[in-house]
């Protein structure tokens, strides 16, 4: 019984993980179109999202120093907002927006 028990918890997590995997996407476009982005930005920014840190990161750049596209390129596939924080602090030193933008993109993949 408990065999059986333990196999529908996995299976009931597994099914909730496959909807969020389905649905992040979908979810972080939804956020960026009923904000500032129009849906082929939404499409650009969120494809293949796994959660709303794309667009999370996206609107704390816009809402800084980057424009849209600026904010697109640098928070595409972000997992948090190290991107734009790492952005934000290069461009208070020696880069610009676009080279703060493109030294940072890395970043999202080094922090969770």
């Known amino acids: 019984m408990k065999k059986i028990m333990m196999m529908s918890l996995s299976l009931m997590i597994a099914s909730v993980s496959y909807a969020a995997a389905i649905d992040s996407p979908i979810d972080c476009a939804n956020k960026a179109y009923q904000g500032n982005f129009n ?9 293949g999202a796994t959660s709303n840190a794309p667009i999370d990161c996206a609107n704390k750049a816009y809402q ?7 904010a697109i390129k640098l928070c595409s596939g972000a997992t ?8 934000n602090k290069a461009y208070q030193g020696n880069f610009n927006l676009d080279q703060a933008a493109r030294l940072c993109k890395e970043r999202i993949n080094l922090a969770h």
């Open 64 to 70: 800084g120093n980057f424009n849209l596209d600026q």
């Open 80 to 87: 948090s907002n190290a991107p734009i924080d790492c952005a």
């Open 39 to 47: 849906l082929d930005q939404a499409v650009l920014l969120c494809s």
